[in-house]
């Protein structure tokens, strides 16, 4: 079945720490976003890519970076510099040029400084 | 910016009532509107997609319509079930090459 998975679904960070989110698509689209979500607000958007080798900031990328290297991956890290990782976050794709299609989520990875 | 409001926040009902939960966006030149569904603490599963040359969509006990020029999106749920208990989401797209701009979410509690 096609879809996109997040790995892993729990993690957890020391203070100073960066880690790596992983999100792998295998429904041939060729956008892919990463959403972070908190308590009682709407997903807002950290980073996206249209195409290979090419990605946008969204509206809270400080403290974030990503790549995208193959269509199907577009791992997210969590740098040291992002004072308040703790959340949940979610990734998606979509088919670009076909307002017909919409988005599909992975099922999260939580988030927890520790 | 485009912005995307849901009203109300959280909403209990009784099993077997229909129901209509809102979403309202301040720009309405979108490209796509789409509602999703989101249990704890897993991802969004999508309900239905409306283009923005659409008026309605339908699936199942689901209906969705879209009036672009009003700035409003509903989503129609008949005969409520427990199962239906979730967080419902709006999101909408003004363009192919923009991202989606969400709601806050409906909590949604249906009470046996």
């Known amino acids: 079945d096609g879809g996109i998975t997040q790995s892993p679904k729990y993690l957890f960070r020391k203070e100073g720490q960066n880690v790596t989110l992983s999100c792998e698509q295998n429904?041939?689209?060729?956008?892919m976003y990463w959403y972070r979500q908190d308590p009682g607000q709407g997903l807002r958007l950290i980073y996206y890519?249209?195409?290979?080798?090419?990605?946008q900031k969204g509206d809270i990328a400080e403290g974030y970076s990503v790549s995208r290297e193959k269509k199907e991956s577009f791992p997210l890290t969590v740098t040291s510099a992002q004072k308040n990782p703790t959340a949940f976050y979610l990734c998606?794709?979509?088919?670009?040029?076909?307002?017909?299609?919409?988005?599909?989520f992975g099922s999260g990875t939580r988030l927890t400084v520790v | 910016k485009q912005e995307v409001t849901q009203i109300p926040a959280a909403l209990s009902v009784p099993e077997g009532e229909n129901l209509v939960l809102n979403c309202s966006f301040t720009d309405s030149a979108i490209y796509n509107l789409q509602w999703f569904r989101q249990d704890p603490g897993k991802g969004l599963t999508s309900l239905l997609l409306i283009q923005s040359s659409q008026r309605e969509q339908t699936s199942g006990r689901l209906n969705a319509s879209l009036d672009k020029s009003s700035g409003r999106s509903t989503l129609y749920i008949a005969a409520s079930q427990p199962g239906d208990s979730a967080t419902y989401l709006c999101?909408?797209?003004?363009?192919?090459?923009?991202?989606?701009?969400f709601g806050a979410g409906t909590r949604l509690t249906v009470k046996p």
């Open positions: 999101a909408v797209r003004l363009g192919n090459n923009n991202d989606m701009r």
């Open positions: 429904l041939n689209h060729d956008a």
């Open positions: 998606a794709s979509s088919i670009a040029g076909r307002s017909a299609y919409g988005y599909t």
């Open positions: 890519s249209q195409i290979v080798n090419d990605f």
